[in-house]
């Protein structure tokens, strides 16, 4: 049967447990999918998801996301954007993303029954539901990466060798593109950023994976939303309980990796429409009094330094929670100077990742580190 999300409490623990599995990354903030959900399940919109087992197994489904990076911190001249004819924005992101859909679709010439969010976070899997209900299809209790991921290749599906193209690319101004087929996942990102820069960022809809749903099963890691909604629902129980993260540890077999508060953000990249990618500083609290920590960001949490020693990389995932709230918190500002955190690691969703095909994925040397994949559970030096 399929499960209803019909309660803002409801609505509340799936976001905070989208952010949690997000990484800090997924397209936005959790307050975006709060602020985006609770006004449609007040007004009587529940939120159902489905099953992939309840669908006949010649049901067309496609992913959809949102493809960008950092946005500039002041916007474009208008002159430059008229120069293009960019005079009025014709989408929201969730307009892209539905619009994305029905151009992958026609491309093809096929029927949709059913929506996939790409990964988890906030705003990517928010805006594949929305994307569902505006054109009135259900979306899976299932993604294709157990997280968010800063590359649009780096999925399930991709280490079991499915490309996600064809794709299609909507930006906010209305221009649609189409990506037939690429060399590598590495190119179909890089044309994706691309045409991101082109449009001068916050995001494109993307729509890829375009199979059905008998093709689509072993990709797909099921189950992982409504894994969200229950890690949302334990990191509010062990904040009212006083136990903070006792509950969601015990659910993840996760670990506190540092904790402290956070100082300056070290940026590496300065280049406008494309990837976030920085360093976090923490100055250790509690039992890491004295000790220096470092978060290192690809638009999501990647790797974890103790000192001088790397003590969680991906594909474990890495959030970043406030102290006080266990609120989990985003890579778009929200770790500021001087706010008390903790660094928490929890194992992947799925043993995909841990394959060789998953670590040479989204593990260290992916980032061009010199250092191989470190298991979480690496002993404390």
């Given at each position: ?6 309660d803002p ?10 952010a949690?599995?997000g ?5 936005g903030?959790l ?10 399940v007040k007004g009587?919109?529940p939120?159902v998801l489905?099953s992939?087992?309840e669908?006949?197994?010649d049901?067309?489904?496609c ?5 960008g990076?950092r946005?500039?911190d ?8 008229a ?8 989408h ?5 993303m ?7 679709a026609?491309?093809?010439g ?6 996939v969010?790409?990964?988890?976070g906030?705003?990517?899997?928010v805006?594949?539901?929305l994307a569902?209900l505006e054109?009135?299809?259900?979306t ?5 990466a157990?997280r ?6 780096q ?5 079991m ?6 794709m299609?690319?909507v930006?906010?101004?209305g ?13 179909t990102?890089?044309?994706?950023r691309?045409?991101s820069?082109?449009?001068?960022g916050r995001?494109?809809g993307?729509a890829?994976?375009?199979m ?7 990709m ?5 939303l409504?894994?969200?909604?229950s890690l ?6 062990g904040r009212?309980?006083?136990e903070?993260l006792?509950p969601v540890?015990r ?9 402290g508060?956070?100082?300056?953000t070290?940026?590496?990249s300065?280049?406008p429409?494309m ?6 500083h923490?100055a250790?609290?509690?039992?890491f009094?004295g000790?220096?920590g470092r978060?290192?960001v690809?638009n999501e ?14 594909p ?6 406030d ?5 989990p918190?985003?890579t ?6 001087g706010?008390?955190?903790?660094v928490?690691?929890?194992p ?6 841990y ?6 994925m ?10 191989d994949?470190?298991?979480m559970d690496?002993?404390?030096?």
């Amino acid at each position: 049967m399929p499960t209803v999300l019909s309660d803002p409490q409801a609505i509340e623990d799936f976001v905070t447990g989208l952010a949690l599995l997000g990484t800090g990354g997924g397209g936005g903030r959790l307050e975006d999918g709060i602020e985006l959900l609770v006004p449609l399940v007040k007004g009587g919109r529940p939120i159902v998801l489905l099953s992939p087992d309840e669908l006949p197994g010649d049901t067309w489904t496609c992913s959809l996301s949102s493809v960008g990076g950092r946005d500039p911190d002041a916007p474009p001249p208008a002159a430059e954007l008229a120069a293009y004819g960019l005079a009025r924005e014709k989408h929201t992101l969730v307009g892209r993303m539905t619009e994305a859909a029905r151009e992958l679709a026609g491309y093809k010439g096929v029927r949709l029954g059913a929506l996939v969010s790409v990964e988890l976070g906030s705003a990517a899997t928010v805006g594949t539901i929305l994307a569902g209900l505006e054109l009135g299809l259900p979306t899976l209790d299932s993604d294709y990466a157990g997280r968010a991921k800063p590359e649009v290749g780096q999925s399930k599906a991709a280490i079991m060798g499915r490309s996600r193209a064809p794709m299609a690319f909507v930006d906010r101004w209305g221009n649609v593109s189409f990506v037939k087929s690429t060399v590598s996942e590495e190119m179909t990102d890089r044309l994706g950023r691309m045409l991101s820069v082109a449009a001068y960022g916050r995001g494109l809809g993307a729509a890829g994976h375009l199979m059905q749903i008998a093709e689509a099963k072993p990709m797909l890691i099921r189950g992982s939303l409504l894994t969200a909604a229950s890690l949302g629902r334990a990191l509010r129980e062990g904040r009212s309980s006083g136990e903070g993260l006792g509950p969601v540890q015990r659910a993840t077999g996760g670990r506190v990796l540092f904790e402290g508060v956070a100082g300056e953000t070290e940026w590496h990249s300065n280049e406008p429409y494309m990837f976030r990618i920085f360093t976090y500083h923490i100055a250790g609290t509690g039992r890491f009094a004295g000790e220096r920590g470092r978060v290192w960001v690809k638009n999501e949490h990647h790797i974890v330094w103790r000192g001088d020693m790397a003590v969680a990389t991906s594909p474990d995932l890495i959030a970043i929670l406030d102290a006080e709230t266990c609120k989990p918190l985003s890579t778009r500002g929200d770790v500021t100077p001087g706010r008390p955190v903790v660094v928490f690691g929890m194992p992947a969703l799925d043993p995909a990742w841990y394959t060789p095909e998953g670590i040479g994925m989204i593990g260290p040397r992916h980032f061009g580190f010199a250092f191989d994949y470190v298991p979480m559970d690496k002993p404390d030096a």
